[in-house]
């Protein structure tokens, strides 16, 4: 497939940032977020026929969707950027991972948008992984926009559903549309702002646009009986608790407009994509580490959120993703890699599609670049031209998985070292050493045990490293200092390793009742709790 990237006749900064809206989709794993994210690009025409995560029916699998694994078990494992025009705007969609494994890419994903959707399973609600994710946008303010999956199939109460989501998050729900017929007997939505109803006719397997035709009220009841009748009994039920669409709270974080659809028929999919342009907000000014913010008109800025290694296999490249925060970037422009302060030359500057890239001239705040043999730069990074600036950083979760790995032909040891200092740089696994155990033994510390198959995945397949992996009994850590290395030495079931991109010291204990012991002898002691910890911890 070629690559679609938007074309426009640039203007300033600012003025071009304005037609930006750069967003996320979040779900528990199984909501529908793959399939949605292609039906938005089926509908924003840069591709011709939407794909499904299991490929079922003659279907294709997804274009966000690109690694081998993903594609044979119908999982996303890795975040992927999709970039195109709609409307006079530059949508900029970031697909994330649904799986839980896999919550710390999300996380650095959602360092880099301006608005998120979620999305909920008629069936079933709020899930936790939707509820973890939300959280994680609550403390960024990411902006929430709600869409309602599924619709198509039996599920729960609308008046349910977005009573859960004010009782279980706090937003206060302003749906935007309302469904016309209980879940798995969908007949259209109606939309809030004028009253009429749109009707849909499913394409076959869902590959290309639902037909759709707009009634007016009194058509829709003459046609829709009882189900029109229910509809809108219940949008006079929203009306009168004030359930109406304020940009201002939804901005702030405190109310998600809220809209209904089946993204694998193609139904809801176009007037989501309408919302997004015309509700979310669109790039803002960005607080530095030091407090200040970064102006959009400000030269520019970017932060690194992802490092991606060979999703070209032709070429095995290393591509940073850098969302731009501030000013114009052009391709050649060399810039200030500001964790190390060395100049970076972004002669190889592409937009991105999936696994498809273009070569881009120029971006703009909002705008995702990947930059490609980004050897140097990892999660997190700054880069900066002109006048320096800091974005903070972006944390890395905290482990609850561990295992040691060797790798299983000793002939292949400079490949395996290579190939997991690779992994570690992208942020794939955090890896974790001691003097002890050595550069031939090193700690993988996961999220989840799903992350150990990926790194064994890649480092077969990419370096031609089979791994073998032992799995030890820790499922916590804390992260201490020197006093904490010397006070837990020789401590029964503990230990201490340095976590190699970034040096912390986080010490690993098999349970909580443990760390409880260690914290009541010893209180003076430092044991910091990680960022995301399981709810076991």
């Avoid at 919550?103 to 939707?130: C, N």
Wanted: charged share 25%; with cysteine; net charge negative.
């Amino acid at each position: 497939m070629t690559v679609a990237s938007p074309t426009t006749v640039a203007g300033a900064p600012a003025d071009e940032a304005r037609r930006r809206r750069t967003f996320a989709v979040i779900s528990h794993p199984d909501a529908g977020k793959s399939t949605l994210t292609e039906a938005l690009a089926l509908h924003a025409e840069v591709i011709s026929a939407a794909g499904a995560v299991h490929g079922k029916g003659g279907r294709k699998g997804v274009t966000s969707d690109w690694m081998d694994m993903e594609r044979e078990r119908g999982i996303s494992v890795t975040s992927a950027v999709l970039q195109f025009a709609y409307r006079d705007h530059v949508i900029n969609l970031l697909d994330t991972p649904g799986h839980g494994d896999f919550s710390e890419d999300t996380y650095r994903v959602l360092a880099a948008v301006d608005a998120a959707v979620m999305l909920l399973d008629a069936a079933r609600g709020l899930e936790p992984q939707t509820l973890k994710l939300f959280d994680v946008c609550r403390a960024r303010g990411v902006p929430v926009l709600t869409f309602v999956n599924k619709w198509d199939r039996p599920g729960r109460e609308p008046l349910e559903l977005v009573d859960e989501v004010e009782q279980r998050i706090g937003l206060r729900p302003m749906p935007i549309t309302w469904p016309v017929g209980i879940a798995g007997d969908f007949h259209g939505l109606v939309e809030r702002a004028d009253g009429t109803m749109r009707r849909f006719t499913r394409a076959a397997h869902g590959a290309s646009k639902a037909a759709e035709e707009i009634l007016d009220a009194d058509r829709a009841a003459a046609e829709e009986g009882v189900d029109w009748e229910r509809a809108t009994e219940e949008l006079e039920l929203l009306g009168e608790i004030g359930a109406d669409f304020d940009p201002v709270d939804f901005h702030a974080g405190t109310a998600t407009p809220v809209m209904f659809g089946a993204a694998l028929s193609n139904i809801g999919v176009a007037r989501l994509l309408d919302a997004l342009v015309e509700l979310a907000p669109p790039p803002a000014p960005r607080p530095s580490a030091a407090g200040a913010e970064r102006p959009i008109e400000a030269p520019f800025s970017g932060l690194v959120f992802k490092v991606q290694a060979s999703m070209d296999k032709s070429h095995r490249d290393r591509v940073a993703f850098v969302r731009i925060c501030s000013g114009r970037f052009e391709r050649g422009m060399v810039l200030t890699h500001d964790a190390t302060g060395r100049p970076f030359a972004t002669k190889y500057a592409q937009a991105m599609f999936g696994r498809d890239r273009s070569t881009i001239d120029e971006a703009f705040p909002g705008d995702i670049v990947g930059l490609v043999n980004a050897n140097a730069l990892r999660p997190g990074d700054t880069l900066w031209a002109e006048k320096p600036v800091t974005f903070p950083t972006i944390p890395s979760f905290a482990p609850e998985h561990f295992s040691v790995a060797r790798v299983a032909d000793a002939s292949k040891t400079k490949q395996f070292r290579k190939g997991i200092e690779q992994l570690d740089s992208e942020g794939v696994i955090q890896v974790l050493s001691s003097d002890l155990r050595g550069d031939q033994a090193p700690v993988l510390a996961a999220v989840g045990p799903l992350q150990f198959e990926v790194v064994a995945a890649r480092l077969a397949d990419e370096f031609s490293a089979p791994i073998k992996l032992e799995r030890l009994d820790y499922t916590l850590a804390r992260r201490t200092d020197a006093a904490g290395v010397e006070a837990l030495k020789g401590a029964i079931g503990i230990e201490v390793l340095t976590r190699r991109a970034d040096g912390e010291l986080l010490a690993l204990f098999p349970h909580k009742w443990r760390l409880q012991a260690v914290t009541q002898n010893q209180p003076d002691l430092l044991l910091e709790p990680l960022i995301a910890e399981g709810s076991g911890q």
